[in-house]
């Protein structure tokens, strides 16, 4: 047996019979995860930046309640007005945010392409006596 006739009776029992290879009867791929996948990519980084802004909040809100509490105030009062606090805060800070009241990036702007006009070359004249010896 040839080498030919090795590779077409491969390829007969593959495709089961026919002359060419159909391939499976349903697309494979990678489903619902690379969209979700994609969705988080894009959802994930704006979740961290606000569990952190959350979390900046909370610690400065207790260090408050903290002092409130050392100084005499009772814990339920201070908790209360401080929470209220943090939550005005993170409001605030939330519609800055949502206002792009950010920092831009700003980038330098191109020069400003000069257009030459090429010069005419002068001709270059050769005496008589050049050809002369």
Do not use: C
């Not at 610690?59 to 009062?77: C, E, K, M, Q």
């Not at 257009?115 to 010896?133: C, E, I, L, M, Q």
């Amino acid at each position: 047996m040839t080498r030919q006739d090795h590779i077409t009776e491969f390829y007969l029992h593959q495709a089961g019979g026919g002359q060419y290879y159909e391939g499976s009867s349903y697309q494979k791929g990678h489903g619902i995860g690379s969209w979700l996948g994609g969705l988080f990519r894009t959802v994930l980084p704006l979740l961290k930046s606000g569990a952190t802004a959350v979390g900046r909040e909370a610690a400065r809100a207790g260090a408050h309640v903290l002092a409130d509490v050392v100084s005499g105030d009772t814990f339920a009062d201070s908790a209360k007005r401080h929470a209220g606090e943090a939550v005005q805060n993170l409001k605030r800070k939330a519609a800055s945010a949502m206002n792009g009241s950010g920092r831009a990036i700003k980038r330098p702007k191109p020069a400003p392409k000069r257009h030459t006009v090429a010069k005419p070359r002068a001709s270059r004249s050769y005496s008589p006596d050049f050809f002369v010896k």
